[in-house]
């Protein structure tokens, strides 16, 4: 595993340039197809799916489906996706990229938002793909996306193997409360404010669609994503209160029943996660979770100083190797 060295020693400085930096899929290659996928009534789920070049001459197709989960408020079009993606291609998988239910411009293939432990949709396009006969499938979480994939799998337990050959979570906020508690730290009100902004509009959206179903007072004094939370997302899913909310859709409670290959990779420095929540015997004690820490690395802000850029598409690249060919983990 190449050693990572940070474009910058600060971490917002990182997590914003892992933001903006710019990334590109080879769409000559390898050109991208929408396919929708039913995953509940009334909601249909998009997937930008991009394949390997020359796959039809390859024996068995690609070498692996590698579906790919984004954050809070992202997109199949966000940067940490476009350039895993390519990078993956380049290696002969076929790539995935999922828009949660209402993101990516798809509010009006759903009646409902998505939230943080929303395991339902991947697991049934993952059944799907397990129904044609493709594999082997790994999942690629980053953020609110590596919460939903390292939830299901602690949901499935045993039965996860049949889907899924491994799973990567990336920058993850497995304690949820823990990590909205962090985010409104008077140094992380950036983030906050963009995300809000996000959730407010698409919030808006849904209600002008459905207003019984939907209401809208209290939203524009909403200022953190715990208001947020407590008086929107908990109350359209029936979870009561933000509290219960983060009790039961963290992924920290379901990672004793992983019984997977799972690789996290986590910076000590992430702004918007504690690291502290990855040094709880849930994480240190499952012999099926590798927890890769990097000292600097801010959330999602994995830009080298040095060519290759993007140092995590490159780790994500070699342990799915590994995975495939059986190899033993190298230990960093």
Not at 47 to 56: F, L, Q, V
Not at 76 to 102: D, F, K, P, T, W
Not at 124 to 146: D, K, M, Q
Request: aromatic residues 10%; positive net charge; hydrophobic residues 40%.
């Amino acid at each position: 595993m190449r050693p990572f060295v940070p474009f910058f020693r600060n971490p917002h400085l990182l997590t914003i340039a892992g933001n903006f930096w710019p990334r590109a899929i080879d769409e000559r290659r390898f050109p991208t197809r929408e396919v929708l996928y039913d995953t509940e009534p009334g909601t249909r789920v998009l997937i930008h799916e991009n394949r390997p070049e020359g796959e039809a001459r390859r024996p068995g197709g690609a070498v692996g489906e590698v579906l790919l989960h984004h954050g809070l408020e992202g997109s199949s079009r966000s940067g940490y996706m476009i350039s895993l993606a390519q990078c993956l291609l380049e290696a002969g998988y076929a790539v995935h990229r999922i828009n949660m239910r209402s993101c990516g411009g798809t509010e009006h293939l759903t009646d409902t938002l998505y939230h943080s432990g929303l395991t339902g949709d991947v697991r049934t396009i993952l059944e799907r793909f397990r129904a044609e006969g493709r594999g082997p499938c790994f999942l690629v979480g980053f953020s609110l996306g590596g919460n939903v994939s390292l939830k299901l799998a602690g949901e499935m337990g045993e039965e996860a193997r049949g889907l899924l050959a491994g799973i990567c979570a990336v920058s993850t906020p497995i304690d949820l409360h823990a990590c909205v508690r962090r985010l409104a730290a008077l140094e992380n009100r950036i983030y906050e404010r963009r995300f809000m902004r996000g959730l407010r509009a698409r919030y808006r959206r849904r209600h002008l669609s459905d207003p019984r179903r939907f209401p809208i007072e209290g939203l524009e004094r909403t200022r953190t994503i715990f208001e947020f939370d407590d008086r929107f997302t908990a109350q359209a899913f029936g979870f009561g209160d933000a509290p219960n909310y983060y009790a039961t859709q963290s992924a920290l409670r379901f990672l004793d029943g992983i019984r997977l290959p799972v690789l996290m990779v986590q910076a000590e420095d992430d702004p918007l996660i504690p690291f502290s929540i990855y040094e709880r015997p849930e994480v240190k004690e499952n012999p099926y979770i590798r927890l890769v820490r990097v000292g600097a690395g801010g959330h999602l802000g994995f830009i080298a100083r040095a060519r290759p850029r993007f140092w995590l598409d490159g780790v994500v690249r070699d342990w799915l190797e590994e995975l495939r060919n059986k190899a033993p983990l190298r230990t960093v």
